[in-house]
């Protein structure tokens, strides 16, 4: 069973980057046909795609995000990250790491989410 788990500080003061990790077990991130996803969800909205890194090591990021997104990985670890710079009150969200199934064209294991808070 793949499981994904969110680490990282709930708090984080504006202008600040934001730095999460996504700890994988039961699968390794470098498996052909999958990629992994950190996606995000403000109070009252909806969720939101941020970006993805593929087995091979290759990022896609949301066009409203990308200058100040980045996602990396440690292979060694099974670890995914999620850096996200010049935050704002408005980064306030529930993040998630995630799974995508290629075949499947969609998320197909979810992290449980770790809040995090802009505020100074």
């Known amino acids: 069973q793949v499981q994904l788990q969110e680490s990282g500080p709930g708090l984080v003061k504006p202008s600040q980057t934001l730095s999460l990790t996504c700890t994988v077990s039961g699968g390794s991130i470098t498996t052909s046909y999958y990629a992994w996803s950190w996606i995000r969800q403000p109070p009252g909205k909806g969720l939101e795609w941020m970006g993805v890194i593929a087995s091979d090591g290759s990022t896609y990021y949301s066009p409203s995000l990308k200058s100040r997104t980045s996602i990396s990985r440690d292979t060694s670890k099974n670890q995914f990250s999620l850096q996200l710079s010049s935050v704002t009150p408005e980064d306030r969200a529930i993040y998630y790491c995630?799974?995508?199934?290629?075949?499947?064209?969609?998320?197909?294991?979810w992290g449980k989410g770790t809040l995090v808070t802009v505020s100074s």
């Open positions: 995630a799974r995508f199934h290629e075949f499947n064209y969609g998320m197909d294991y």
